[in-house]
């Protein structure tokens, strides 16, 4: 059964930790990204990757860090420098990079700071 | 700067209606225009791509168009029902600041089908 895989699905993070957000393909894709969604706004870029051991920031790069060792895993980290975390986090993969490949994305997860 | 607006933020509509959802953009210099749905509190679910040199798709109940020159977009839901009470939001694919793997996204409209 191909797809994208998120966890945790609930999220719940300390003022000062850094956490670390799973994304994982079985879809054989080479580019994978990663979106963040907050009330009232459309999905914005953090971070993609076109092919293992390669990654670009987005529009909203600050604060996070990703690492692309094997292609089927893209995980996000939110650190501590990340002011305001709170927000639905969206993976998502296509078969390549050109600009004519359809997206296809996981099912989120809900990062919440206490 | 490519921007994505959809128009009406929110639809109220009793079930069996047709109706149309507005996506406009500013820059025509697009790849592809896609359509999702999102339920509450879940991931996206892709409905159509439309790419640049197509004028419309469609799958099922489903009609998405594409006017480039004009930056227009429609999806057209025939024969409405409360299951597809959901966010629809459009993207599409732009090529500035050379990251062409980059979708632009709407603010969505929430759709109501009354039963």
């Known amino acids: 059964d191909g797809g994208i895989t998120q966890s945790p699905k609930y999220l719940f993070r300390k003022e000062g930790q850094n956490v670390t957000l799973s994304c994982e393909q079985n879809?054989?894709?080479?580019?994978m990204y990663w979106y963040r969604q907050d009330p009232g706004q459309g999905l914005r870029l953090i971070y993609y990757?076109?092919?293992?051991?390669?990654?670009q920031k987005g529009d909203i790069a600050e604060g996070y860090s990703v690492s692309r060792e094997k292609k089927e895993s893209f995980p996000l980290t939110v650190t501590s420098a990340q002011k305001n975390p709170t927000a639905f986090y969206l993976c998502a993969s296509s078969i390549g990079h050109t600009g004519y490949n359809e997206q296809f994305f996981g099912p989120g997860t809900r990062l919440t700071v206490l | 700067k490519q921007e994505v607006t959809q128009i009406p933020a929110a639809l109220s509509v009793p079930e069996g209606e047709n109706l149309v959802l507005n996506c406009s953009f500013t820059d025509s210099a697009i790849y592809n225009l896609q359509w999702f749905r999102q339920d509450p509190g879940k991931g996206l679910t892709s409905l159509l791509l439309i790419q640049s040199s197509q004028r419309e798709q469609t799958s099922g109940r489903l009609n998405a168009s594409l006017d480039k020159s004009s930056g227009r977009s429609t999806l057209y839901i025939a024969a409405s029902q409360p299951g597809d009470s959901a966010t629809y939001l459009c993207a599409v694919r732009s090529g500035y600041g050379g990251a062409t793997n980059k979708l632009i996204f709407g603010t969505g409209t929430l759709l109501a089908v009354q039963p």
């Open positions: 990757s076109q092919i293992v051991n390669d990654f």
């Open positions: 879809l054989n894709h080479d580019a």
